[in-house]
């Protein structure tokens, strides 16, 4: 299939003396990571079909900092939120939405202090945004019906309190939303949050991503909903651990969007 | 006799709370070892979750079973005060139900509304016993409450107890004796309080006068030593909640809980590192404090005040340990320990300092590694799901964050995967290895 996404930058704004009314901030995983950069190309062919004026950085983004900050490292984190800070700045960025629930908790809450002070979305809230404001139609489609559980992202849910963006917009698929044992405030991690992510976990006698994979599955659900792509690789290895694969698909919300409309 | 009783009294009254306020000053000490940290912002936001977070009990209620016990409890220790008061002042003046004239058929209620409540606090008390002991649910069997923890919360258990079966012997004794006309109270008749009309007949009613009189004055006494002893045993205990939660909801974190702290020490190295305009060669300015700060905590004195007021604050009741994803997967850390560890270390630093004449003598141990391993520490997923569970608003978050930095920044003693990952986006503006020109090419790729 041939795609044309229409993904301007920036600095090709700039040349063109526009600014966009939004900037995608796509993140590490959204950039590098193969099944995240499928959540990017999703969110992306909504963008396109909603006609939002909006544009992304390229290359002239950097990793918020956000590992480096929980693994401890406030240095290296502090030097990464100062260089995007200056090209955000640069570009006079108001409105920023990204599709990683880290890179958003950073963005939002703190950069601020340190000079970069935006307005921040998730992917989930701004999706919901053109929903209300009729510039985003959403049909069932493929999900009529369809049982899907929502698994909260620690650092969407508790960290920032946002429950039913996610949750909204899954229920305009005409799909059936299952909640898990724990979800919202009392959602489990998915083992990836604080650095996780990049190390092997400490000993114990369980993965905390399978533990959590097992919630979902009790859940009976087809898809388990997720909204951040660190959040998206646990979950999908926990199906793997648990043979299950095959019919139980773990999916961003984004592409549950994406794929209903057949973009 | 009513002379000496009242002396006898009030000598008590004051070596107890003379005994309490001297260990409060301690503990006021002990948290100002603490760096400091500006929670003077937003009042009125702040007394808004004390209110509701403290005084309401609203976290309490995610888990209806220990809220409902736990508020029993609650009401019938903030209720008692009220009887407490009036054994002040009879104890003091040599007085029998001081506010009994005045309050007349409001009395009646008042003491009626303890008994009650004292009742449901005996149900409470007995009902956690034995999810304590019988039941032994995990949360209140995990490992760092083996030993003297679990004797602590036992003993604290057994107090109310006694001081329940107190109140009772006090008051029906004193019913008996005023059905027969032998009350130190004035008259004859029946004090119509709620329970005691009932039980006292029923319990008491076969003894004969002096000894009724005897177990009046063992309840009324009883009720008031053991108010002593608690309120002493406290500074010693896990129970220090009763007072600490209320400063310790007001000077909660009221930010988002997602957003961790900016090290301003950090800020000025960045800025100075990344100012075109500064003199590498440059002199550092002379007083520009003068030590070196430390980066992160490896020990109490790196942790802020409120931090410490957290640690004193716990009551190791373990909803954060059973909700971190960690512990429940079989991992070291525990949420609950974190917040034990750091009150042991600081009592223990408090403790040096008493021995020394107020000033701390290293003595070669620390908060870390003595006490918090790096284990712990790394198996953190920073889910926040401690913070949240906390019913007085607790963070053993940025006590793990804190040691973190240190063990990172001081040390560089960060597991060999995170070191290659901050390499990367340290070269590369990625946690993996991928070149920053690479960034957009998701868009062209099929």
């Known amino acids: ?263 | 006799m009513s002379y000496l009783s009242s002396i006898v009294f009030l000598i008590i009254l004051t070596v107890g709370v003379g005994f309490f306020a001297k260990n409060v000053k301690k503990i006021i000490r002990n948290i100002k070892l603490g760096k400091d940290v500006n929670r003077s912002d937003n009042a009125s936001e702040r007394w808004k979750n004390m209110a509701l977070v403290a005084f309401g009990q609203k976290k309490m209620f995610t888990r209806p079973v220990p809220a409902v016990l736990h508020f029993a409890l609650y009401a019938a220790f903030i209720i008692t005060q009220i009887e407490l008061l009036e054994i002040l002042v009879d104890g003091i003046f040599g007085t029998h139900r001081f506010f009994k004239p005045s309050l007349g058929g409001f009395y009646t209620f008042l003491i009626s509304f303890i008994e009650v409540l004292s009742l449901l606090a005996l149900i409470a008390t007995v009902a956690f016993l034995s999810r304590r002991n019988l039941l032994k649910l995990p949360r209140l069997n995990k490992v760092e409450l083996l030993g003297w923890p679990q004797k602590d919360a036992n003993l604290i258990l057994i107090m109310e107890i006694v001081l329940v079966a107190c109140i009772f012997t006090m008051n029906g004794t004193d019913e008996v004796l005023y059905n027969m006309g032998k009350s130190h109270f004035e008259g004859q008749g029946s004090f119509g309080f709620a329970i005691s009309q009932h039980l006292g007949p029923a319990l008491f009613g076969s003894l004969s006068e002096g000894t009724l009189h005897v177990l009046e004055r063992v309840g009324w006494w009883g009720h008031f030593m053991m108010v002593m002893v608690f309120l002493n045993y406290l500074y010693y205990s896990k129970h220090l909640h009763i007072i600490l939660a209320f400063p310790n909801t007001y000077f909660a974190d009221l930010n988002p809980l997602g957003k961790f702290d900016n090290l301003e020490s950090v800020t000025k190295e960045v800025k100075l590192m990344m100012d075109p305009n500064v003199d590498p060669f440059a002199a550092p300015a002379p007083d520009a404090e003068a030590v070196p700060s430390k980066f992160g905590a490896s020990d109490v004195q790196d942790l802020n005040w409120v931090q410490l007021l957290n640690a004193y604050t716990c009551t190791e009741c373990g909803r954060c340990t059973s909700s971190c994803p960690a512990n429940q997967t079989g991992k070291k850390l525990s949420p609950r320990k974190i917040m034990m560890d750091t009150r042991d270390r600081l009592v223990e630093v408090g403790d040096n300092m008493d021995k020394n004449n107020g000033v701390f003598v290293p003595d070669n141990k620390s908060l870390l590694n003595d006490y918090i391993t790096p284990e712990e520490l790394w198996a953190c997923t920073s889910c926040n799901a401690c913070v949240e569970e906390c019913p007085v608003n607790i963070s053993p978050l940025s006590i793990i964050m804190d040691m973190r930095r240190y063990l990172v920044m001081e040390q560089s003693a960060a597991p060999m995967s995170l070191n290659a990952m901050m390499t990367n986006i340290e070269n590369n503006s990625a946690p993996w290895q991928y070149s920053q020109m690479d960034r957009l090419n998701w868009k062209d790729e099929q």
């Open chain 1, 1 to 263: 299939m041939s795609e044309n996404l229409v993904v301007p930058t920036m600095a090709e704004m700039l040349a063109q003396g526009k600014q966009p009314e939004v900037l995608f901030w796509v993140g590490c995983a959204g950039s590098f990571d193969d099944r995240a950069k499928k959540i990017t190309k999703a969110f992306v062919r909504i963008l396109n079909r909603a006609n939002v004026d909006f544009a992304v950085l390229g290359t002239e983004e950097g990793c918020t900092g956000d590992p480096a900050k929980r693994a401890g490292n406030e240095f290296l984190f502090q030097m990464q939120a100062f260089m995007n800070i200056e090209v955000l700045n640069a570009y006079e960025a108001k409105k920023i939405v990204t599709a990683c629930p880290h890179c958003f908790n950073t963005l939002k809450n703190e950069y601020p202090e340190l000079g970069g002070k935006y307005e921040v979305l998730h992917h989930t809230q701004f999706l919901k945004e053109l929903l209300d404001s009729g510039r985003l139609t959403i049909e069932g489609g493929q999900f009529k019906g369809k049982k899907i559980t929502f698994h909260d992202p620690c650092y969407l849910g508790r960290a920032n309190k946002i429950y039913e963006a996610p949750r909204d917009l899954i229920q305009k698929l005409d799909a059936e939303l299952v909640e898990m044992k724990r979800s919202k405030a009392n959602g489990l991690c998915c083992g990836a949050g604080g650095a996780q992510m990049f190390k092997e976990p400490e000993n114990g006698d369980k993965d905390i991503n399978v533990e959590r994979t097992e919630d979902a599955l009790e859940t009976n659900a087809q898809i388990i909903a997720a909204g951040c792509p660190f959040c998206n690789t646990m979950l999908t290895d926990g199906t793997k651990a648990k043979h299950r694969e095959h019919d139980v698909k773990v999916l961003d919300v984004a592409e549950l969007i994406a794929n209903a409309q057949d973009l």
